[in-house]
Every structure is written in structure tokens, then in C-alpha cells.
């Protein structure tokens, strides 16, 4: 599977940015999707998780109860919708798809988009 992020930008500290990530070929309702983000300087971190049918999902600490991970298998595409953003959100953000649940590698990711929170 090709994945393709986009919707990244500039924002103000406070606002909110909706990240999309679409997915070419067949199947990927049979993925799990994940989200990771990097900053500058810094190693690349799990943001959040959702499972193959959309109803069950993770968060790292950090963003939860202001980011949102959904999916609509139907358009083939996994969302990460971001509220309440704040200038240590800033990072190039990647999702990513594995096969298995249990996995800790993914095996797909995307080419990342960069967000940027301004103070």
C-alpha cells in the first residue's frame, strides 16, 4: 500500500489543523493505521492508533483529549484531526499502516507533512 499525507501547515498556538492520510491499492481496511510525529532533533514518536474497523484507538498522553484518529475505509483514508495545538506539536507528522495488531514495526509509511504551531 502508497500511503500520502497532507493537509499540514502553519497554524497559531490554539487552533486546529486536520491531517489526511490516503491510501492507494486494495484493502486497506485490513490495515492498521497509526500516526507518528518527529520534531527537529528529535527521534520519531507514536501519536496515536486505530484499528482496522475504526472502533478502538490509542493516544500517547500528550495529545489526548485534543487530537482525534479516525478512518473512513470506504475513502481509503486515515484523519488526524488536531485541536487545541501547541508550539510542541510542531513536527513532521507520518502515518503509517501495519498488518498486525500486535506488531511494533509498521510496515507502510507515508512521506510526512509538516506541521508548525506558532507561539
Known amino acids: 500500500v502508497q500511503l500520502q499525507a497532507s493537509g499540514g501547515g502553519l497554524v497559531q498556538a490554539g487552533g486546529s489543523l486536520r491531517l489526511s492520510c490516503a491510501a492507494s491499492?486494495?484493502?486497506?481496511?485490513?490495515?492498521?493505521m497509526g500516526w507518528f510525529r518527529q520534531a527537529p532533533g528529535e527521534e520519531r514518536k507514536f501519536v496515536a492508533w486505530?484499528?482496522?474497523?475504526?472502533?478502538?484507538?490509542t493516544y500517547v498522553d500528550s495529545v489526548k483529549g485534543r487530537f482525534t484518529i479516525s478512518r473512513d475505509n470506504a475513502k481509503n483514508t486515515v484523519y488526524l484531526q488536531m485541536n487545541s495545538l501547541k508550539p510542541v506539536d510542531t513536527a513532521v507528522y507520518y502515518c503509517?499502516?501495519?498488518?498486525?495488531?500486535?506488531?511494533?514495526?509498521?510496515?507502510?509509511w507515508g512521506q510526512g507533512t509538516e506541521v508548525t504551531v506558532s507561539s
Open positions: 503509517a499502516a501495519k498488518t498486525l495488531r500486535s506488531s511494533v514495526n509498521y510496515d507502510y
Open positions: 486505530i484499528n482496522r474497523s475504526g472502533y478502538s484507538t
Open positions: 491499492g486494495q484493502a486497506f481496511s485490513s490495515y492498521y
